[in-house]
């Protein structure tokens, strides 16, 4: 089979949202990007039809959007910001509210369906004639020889060998890069499945994300654009996850609307059932020569507090940065110093992140009356600090 050579200045390995967010970011410096993915185009030929994944998109992330020139794209369909949170403790009377007007806010965040966020950013990327595309890929190694990484790969019946100083794999949880380069991984069973779906109510959502922490797992309710629908977030343990994916929709819109409380009402519609494992995965390396990982590739957590894409995101950002301004210097590689600040920083702050869902995970789960009562009064008293809030969504 014949062996055909090319070179790229950057080559990025995953084209989901994350992917497609660090080669817009990277496009205007007018170096070559190679996007490679395993998977089909992410041409969405429907967009009215919606989608059952969602995010939580945090101010932060919007901000990283808004300079791309894609956020209002983004949110020209089905759009949903919500303006409100409210967190409760299913077991006392702790309970905490955000309001984006007592913080000075527009809003705290938006709900977004996964397809427009893509088909958003795959837009603005086919318009960068410097960004080339491979679709359909089936990976087969990756080596440094001297000082450029060497990527082989099946495209069409032909073997191709892509060279570059710098690798990112942005290709998800079960990362080919991260496995290819031997980058030593953390990983632990959070003990629960996280099940989501749509669901129409009785009441109106009024635009707030509610959240409730029970004992076997926490239940969030996230506002869509249609003001009796939401989507919602299900984590507990495997065997009541199971049971919920199989029973009947009575049932199951019975147990809903029970285990929130009945703060919406009754469930009068439901969407289908979805589900998956929770692990939490942490990478020891975040970078090595020539190569560098971002999103859920490094890093995936529990959804409590809905930050997984979030946190990929501002990997994408502070990555994306340091690169632009190695090649600001006219330097035509990206040097492991600049690697290591980005891992410095990055491994800092989602490590934090990992650790406090855990901790709440923990937290929230214990019956000991003790810790309960702790728990609600740190709810409480964190109610009424607003700069303690403010800190919270600053991000």
Same mark, same amino acid.
């Given at each position: 089979?014949?062996?055909?050579?090319?070179?790229?200045?950057?080559?990025i390995?995953?084209a989901g949202?994350?992917?497609?967010?660090?080669?817009?970011r990277?496009a205007?410096?007018?170096?070559?990007?190679?996007?490679?993915?395993?998977g089909?185009p992410?041409?969405?030929?429907d967009?009215?039809?919606?989608?059952?994944?969602?995010?939580?998109?945090?101010?932060?992330?919007?901000?990283?959007?808004e300079?791309?020139?894609?956020w209002?794209?983004?949110?020209?369909?089905r759009?949903?910001?919500?303006?409100?949170?409210?967190v409760?403790?299913?077991?006392?009377?702790?309970?905490?509210h955000?309001?984006?007007a007592?913080?000075?806010?527009?809003?705290?965040?938006?709900?977004?369906?996964?397809?427009?966020?893509?088909?958003?950013l795959w837009?603005?990327?086919?318009?960068?004639?410097?960004?080339?595309?491979?679709w359909?890929?089936?990976?087969q190694?990756?080596?440094?020889?001297?000082d450029?990484?060497? @990527?082989h %790969?099946?495209?069409?019946?032909?073997t191709?060998?892509?060279?570059?100083? #710098? =690798?990112?794999? !942005?290709?998800?949880?079960?990362?080919?890069?991260?496995?290819?380069?031997?980058?030593?991984?953390?990983?632990?069973e959070?003990?629960?499945s996280a099940?989501?779906?749509?669901?129409?109510?009785?009441?109106?959502?009024?635009?707030?994300?509610?959240?409730?922490?029970?004992?076997?797992?926490?239940?969030?309710?996230?506002?869509?654009?249609?003001?009796?629908t939401?989507?919602i977030?299900w984590s507990?343990?495997p065997?009541q996850?199971?049971?919920?994916?199989h029973?009947?929709e009575?049932?199951?819109?019975?147990?809903?609307?029970?285990?929130?409380?009945h703060?919406?009402?009754?469930?009068i519609e439901?969407g289908p059932?979805?589900?998956?494992p @929770?692990? %939490?995965?942490?990478v020891k390396?975040?970078?090595?020569a020539?190569l560098? #990982? =971002?999103?859920? !590739?490094?890093?995936?957590?529990?959804p409590?507090a809905?930050q997984g894409?979030?946190?990929?995101?501002?990997?994408?950002?502070?990555?994306?940065?340091?690169?632009?301004?190695e090649?600001?210097?006219?330097?035509?590689?990206?040097?492991?110093?600049?690697?290591?600040?980005?891992?410095?920083t990055?491994?800092?702050?989602n490590?934090?992140m990992i650790s406090l869902m855990?901790?709440f995970?923990?937290?929230?789960?214990?019956?000991?009356?003790?810790?309960?009562?702790?728990?609600?009064?740190?709810?409480?008293?964190?109610?009424?600090?607003p700069?303690?809030?403010?800190?919270?969504?600053?991000?």
């Amino acid at each position: 089979m014949d062996l055909e050579k090319d070179h790229y200045d950057i080559i990025i390995v995953g084209a989901g949202i994350v992917g497609l967010t660090l080669a817009l970011r990277l496009a205007d410096s007018g170096r070559r990007i190679a996007l490679i993915d395993q998977g089909q185009p992410c041409e969405i030929k429907d967009l009215n039809q919606a989608d059952h994944r969602v995010s939580a998109i945090t101010r932060g992330s919007m901000r990283l959007f808004e300079r791309l020139g894609v956020w209002d794209q983004m949110i020209a369909q089905r759009a949903s910001p919500f303006n409100a949170m409210q967190v409760w403790d299913a077991c006392g009377s702790g309970q905490i509210h955000f309001d984006s007007a007592s913080l000075g806010f527009s809003e705290l965040g938006y709900i977004l369906e996964n397809k427009l966020i893509l088909a958003a950013l795959w837009q603005s990327v086919k318009t960068k004639s410097n960004v080339f595309c491979f679709w359909n890929i089936k990976l087969q190694a990756l080596q440094m020889i001297e000082d450029r990484q060497q @990527l082989h %790969m099946d495209c069409e019946g032909k073997t191709l060998c892509l060279e570059t100083p #710098l =690798v990112i794999g !942005a290709d998800g949880a079960h990362s080919w890069v991260r496995e290819a380069a031997g980058i030593e991984l953390k990983e632990r069973e959070y003990d629960h499945s996280a099940l989501i779906c749509s669901v129409k109510t009785e009441k109106v959502h009024e635009k707030t994300a509610r959240q409730r922490f029970m004992p076997q797992g926490p239940l969030a309710f996230l506002p869509l654009s249609e003001e009796r629908t939401s989507s919602i977030v299900w984590s507990s343990e495997p065997k009541q996850i199971a049971h919920l994916m199989h029973c009947s929709e009575a049932e199951f819109c019975e147990a809903l609307a029970q285990g929130f409380d009945h703060r919406l009402g009754a469930i009068i519609e439901l969407g289908p059932r979805y589900c998956f494992p @929770l692990k %939490m995965r942490h990478v020891k390396n975040y970078v090595q020569a020539g190569l560098a #990982l =971002v999103g859920d !590739a490094a890093h995936t957590l529990h959804p409590l507090a809905g930050q997984g894409l979030n946190l990929g995101l501002a990997d994408v950002a502070l990555l994306g940065d340091l690169i632009l301004e190695e090649y600001a210097h006219k330097q035509t590689r990206i040097s492991y110093r600049s690697l290591r600040r980005y891992e410095r920083t990055r491994k800092t702050e989602n490590a934090v992140m990992i650790s406090l869902m855990g901790g709440f995970q923990n937290l929230f789960g214990t019956q000991i009356p003790g810790l309960i009562w702790l728990r609600n009064r740190g709810l409480n008293l964190t109610d009424r600090l607003p700069f303690a809030k403010n800190l919270i969504l600053q991000k």
